[in-house]
Structures are given as structure tokens and as C-alpha cells.
Nanobody, 126 residues
């Protein structure tokens, strides 16, 4: 069964940066839409960023717009989330997800994704 694997999380001071990476344990992400979601303690999982299947369109939650960048490298079967100017409220478990089908444009809701990773912890200290 295809599963995504995230890496790159950690502890960082406010104002710092981290780059999260996501790849598949098997299979491919090529030609699939990809998304990043996060879940903070005691809160529901929320949308962070999305990238369409070709990598030409992106979407961001208002809370991260201008600070986070989603990108992909299909040759390496990787998706990234570059996070700059991190704030304590960015603290959460970040998970990547793959859309239910190929050639999917931007999707901002969880039900559009059917393959998920376990998540990686990001902690931002003040």
C-alpha cells in the first residue's frame, strides 16, 4: 500500500526556517496533486498548502501565505514545504497528502486526498 513519508521537522526558534520533505515508500507522486496539512494539539487538522499535478498552481492558507512555499521535484519523487519566518502558532504535526486521482488541480480539503503520511513534528519556540 502506498504511503507517504515526511521528514525535516524539528525544533526551531521563532523567526527561523525549516524545509519539510515528502516522498512515497513505493509508487509515485508524479502527476498527482499534493497537499500539506497540519494539526496542532487540541485542534483539528487544517489545510496549509497545495500544489497541482503539474506544479504550475499553488494555494496557501492565509495564515502561512508569504511565509511558506510548496514545491515539487518529480524526478526525485519529492514534495517540499519551505517554511520561513516561523511563529509559535505554526507548532503542529505536519502531514503531506496525495490526491485521489492523477491530473487533479488544486484541492484544499482533506476529502480530496487518499494517501497520507504519518506526519513530522514542527515546534517553534518563542
Amino acid at each position: 500500500q502506498v504511503q507517504l513519508v515526511e521528514s525535516g521537522g524539528g525544533l526551531v526558534q521563532a523567526g527561523g526556517s525549516l524545509r519539510l520533505s515528502c516522498t512515497t515508500s513505493e509508487g509515485t507522486i508524479s502527476n498527482y496533486g499534493m497537499g500539506w496539512f497540519r494539526q496542532a494539539p487540541g485542534k483539528e487538522r487544517e489545510f496549509v498548502a497545495a500544489l497541482n499535478w503539474s506544479g504550475t498552481n499553488t494555494a496557501y492558507a492565509d495564515s502561512v501565505k508569504g511565509r511558506f512555499t510548496i514545491s515539487r521535484d518529480n524526478a526525485k519523487n519529492m514534495v517540499y514545504l519551505q517554511m520561513n519566518s516561523l511563529k509559535p502558532e505554526d507548532t503542529a504535526v505536519y502531514s503531506c497528502a496525495r490526491t485521489r486521482g492523477r491530473y487533479i488541480n488544486l484541492r484544499l480539503t482533506e476529502d480530496a486526498y487518499d494517501v497520507w503520511g504519518q506526519g513530522t513534528q514542527v515546534t517553534v519556540s518563542s
